[in-house]
């Protein structure tokens, strides 16, 4: 029996919006906090994370700051997220965060021409504004990669990887997308390319060399269905050399979703450290 991006996309989204909307309420209800802050980047998993927010939360308490590095981001970007935060008539802040970066250079090694240490500088520059408004206003920070970049880790270790919720975190992709139909998102945004805009011209698919469908297939294959990795190519039609470089993603960025290491030692016999 084959296997198509069908069989991934093929999921009840109004039970997926309802599950994740009631996880929301949960969460805030039994963390004893005020509300939760979201970067907004008018890109599809944060646009979705955020309705969701709003459908659980109501727009009270709820807010957006939108990031853009002027340098990265394109002006459509920001433009697309402050409107998406006008629509759902929430309170945002919109901080260009060129000069944060920029003061950075004190630093003797540091040179703002080096694309992922520099980009990922972004991320962790965003992380930390949003855990400051986190703290002033007794919130916590939701974050919005998906299942996708959770597996393959195509996100910053203590950038956007830093959160405290990941509602998304249960969808790939491609399902995010779906969702954002069923929410009525604007399209323009439920089929922009996704891109973190860390550098000029920053696409997902490019620097992944893979589109989206094929690497949600695979690790719905792996994942989900439990098929072997070298058994993939059978079900899918997918290259053999396609699964075996999603894989080596999957492993090689593994350290992203563990607890920092801690030595064994032998008077603890159990540790409560999981693997996310």
Known sequence: MKITIEDVLNIPYTKAASIIESFIQEVIENSNVEGVVIGLSGGIDSSVTLTLAVNALGKNNITALIMPDTRTTPEEDVKDAIELAKQLEIEYHLIKIDNVVDSFSAAPFFDLEEKI??????????????????????????????RSELLIGYYTKYGDGGVDILPIGCLYKTQVRKLGEYLGLPKKIVTKPSSPALWPGHLAEKELGLKYEVIDLVLYAIFDLGIPPNKVPEYTDVDPDVVIKIMKMHKSTRHKRVFPAIPKVPWIKNSPIKEL
């Open 117 to 146: 240490p520099t980009g990922n500088l972004r991320a962790r520059v965003r992380m930390c504004l949003l855990y400051y408004y986190a703290n002033k206003h007794n919130y916590i920070v939701v974050g919005t990669s998906d």
